[in-house]
């Protein structure tokens, strides 16, 4: 079976930086659009940042310019790098791949419902 493993998440005071992973297959790494979402306690879940099998990415208004997402090659990880965070951004951080994605491109948005295989989340929390 796929799976998709977060890891790197944590306590981090406002204006700090963290990076998230993403540890999957190669085949699912290099073949699918895949994303990062999160979700705050009683909000829905909400995307954040995606990246197709060519490297092209979009992400949501609230985090362009303060979040990267890449993916690692040698490692078959999926990386969200995350800086100037804010209290806001404290939410549990979800990595999914669209296994429908045809010929590796995302669809338009980000919506959660696009995508069908998730991990199990990572905790990020940013106090002020």
């Known amino acids: 079976d796929i799976q998709l493993v977060e890891s790197g998440g944590g306590l981090v005071q406002s204006g700090g930086a963290l990076t998230l992973s993403c540890a999957t297959s190669g085949s699912t790494y290099a073949t699918y659009c895949m994303g990062w979402f999160r979700q705050a306690p009683g909000k829905e879940r909400e995307g954040v940042a995606k990246i197709n099998r060519y490297g092209n990415t979009y992400y949501a208004a609230s985090v362009r310019g303060r979040f990267t997402i890449s993916k690692d090659n040698a490692k078959n990880t999926l990386n969200l790098l995350m800086n100037s965070l804010k209290p806001e951004d404290t939410a549990t951080y979800y990595c999914?791949?669209?296994?429908?994605?045809?010929?590796?491109?995302?669809?338009?948005?980000?919506?959660?419902?696009?995508?069908?295989?998730w991990g199990q989340g990572t905790q990020v929390t940013v106090s002020s």
């Open positions: 999914a791949a669209d296994l429908a994605s045809s010929g590796g491109y995302c669809a338009s948005g980000l919506n959660a419902a696009q995508y069908d295989l």
